[in-house]
């Protein structure tokens, strides 16, 4: 970059130019928090895409604790699904998902409801078992394909309360 006229300058100095920075060893590796692990999908179920889709995995583990689980239900899969729902809903909205859409996720299935119909912790354990494994992505997609995008595209509370009124209401399983 040039000086000012009025900056004094050495007319024997080395001018500098840019030169890169050094090298880094060893190849780029997808390791962040919010990363989706495995290959891109290709064919059916590939649902709805959106922005930083990802951040859903994060935010998913603020919800751990929560958990209302019973025998044979894995945190990782109850949160990989709850995450696949909430990147379907955040997309529907065009947006990243927020902690709101994993709320949502959750409660449709369940959850994060103490008092759970055992008819819906049977379909449970058979819908998310392994969903959190990258070889089981047509699983996953039935589970967020399962949440009809017309209920998610209502408001955190208006979902719970179709809920609480009659869980099958939230859910469309025959795909």
């Given at each position: 970059?040039?000086?000012?006229?009025?900056?004094?300058?050495?007319?024997?100095?080395?001018?500098?130019?840019?030169?890169?920075?050094?090298?880094?060893?060893?190849?780029?590796?997808?390791?962040?928090?919010?990363?989706?692990?495995?290959?891109?999908p290709?064919?059916?179920?590939?649902?709805?895409?959106g922005?930083?889709?990802?951040?859903?995995?994060?935010?998913?583990?603020?919800?751990?604790?929560?958990?209302?689980?019973?025998?044979?239900?894995?945190?990782?899969?109850?949160?990989?699904?709850g995450?696949?729902?909430?990147?379907?809903?955040?997309a529907?909205?065009?947006?990243?998902?927020?902690?709101?859409?994993?709320?949502?996720?959750?409660?449709?299935?369940?959850f994060?409801?103490?008092?759970?119909?055992?008819?819906l912790?049977?379909?449970r354990?058979?819908w998310?078992?392994?969903?959190?494994?990258?070889?089981?992505?047509?699983?996953?997609?039935?589970?967020?394909?399962?949440?009809?995008?017309?209920?998610?595209?209502?408001?955190?509370?208006?979902?719970?309360a179709?809920?609480?009124?009659?869980?099958?209401?939230?859910?469309?399983?025959?795909?």
């Amino acid at each position: 970059m040039s000086a000012p006229h009025y900056v004094p300058a050495d007319p024997v100095a080395k001018v500098r130019s840019y030169s890169s920075p050094p090298r880094r060893p060893g190849s780029w590796l997808a390791d962040r928090p919010g990363e989706i692990r495995g290959l891109q999908p290709e064919g059916e179920r590939l649902g709805a895409h959106g922005p930083d889709g990802g951040y859903a995995l994060k935010l998913a583990r603020r919800f751990e604790d929560s958990l209302q689980l019973h025998d044979r239900e894995d945190p990782a899969d109850v949160l990989a699904g709850g995450a696949a729902v909430a990147m379907k809903r955040a997309a529907s909205f065009g947006r990243a998902p927020i902690s709101e859409d994993l709320e949502v996720g959750l409660v449709v299935w369940g959850f994060l409801d103490a008092n759970v119909d055992p008819e819906l912790v049977e379909l449970r354990r058979e819908w998310f078992e392994e969903v959190s494994g990258h070889h089981h992505y047509m699983e996953l997609r039935r589970v967020a394909d399962a949440v009809p995008e017309e209920l998610l595209r209502g408001t955190a509370a208006s979902i719970k309360a179709t809920y609480e009124e009659n869980w099958r209401d939230c859910l469309d399983l025959t795909v």
